[in-house]
């Protein structure tokens, strides 16, 4: 089986402070539950993946509706844990992101019809309803596969609207709702069990 060249996370965090004003000692509170976003990012980059290297990996955080953050090829931070990332989207949220994060002021919208345009690409929205994950395969080399993901509340209407004005196709992980975080680690196993 082919390996993906680039599995893309597109994580929906409306109400995050914009800009970074949360404390590390309440994530949940004062972050308007940043914590939801860097468990996500440790799944991502830290403890989920254990034979896809991290270079193919990406997450972009949407902050707001014109604003987002990019991470990509971060640094060996096997462990690093919660609230590393919280220091690091603070940090990225205060003008000073490290290498790895670009904060780009886009909107949800032109975001996704850029990477549309991407050779290869396959968008999906994770959802209780649509087809299972299990029925993705990877048959074609240079693929990118690209995975949207609500926050502890789901979606909210204007990302609603742009999933099906785009006509996103759902894929589930089953009946039950996830954290972003285990969708995150079962979207990067699956891949992973495909290329053993």
Known sequence: MTAPTGIRFIGIFMGIPSDGKFTLKDLPGTGKRVDVLCRSLAACFDWAPETIQ???????AVLSPDRMLIVKKPPDCAYKGETWWAEVVKSSLTGAPPDFVEDKVISLDQYLQEILNEDRLYLYVLEEVGIPLSSISVTTKDSQYSFMLG???GFDEPTHEII?????QPISLGQLSYLGSHCVASVISHFERMVK
């Open 54 to 60: 991290s270079d193919i990996l990406e997450f972009v």
């Open 164 to 168: 099906q004005n785009l006509e996103i």
């Open 151 to 153: 926050n502890h509340l």
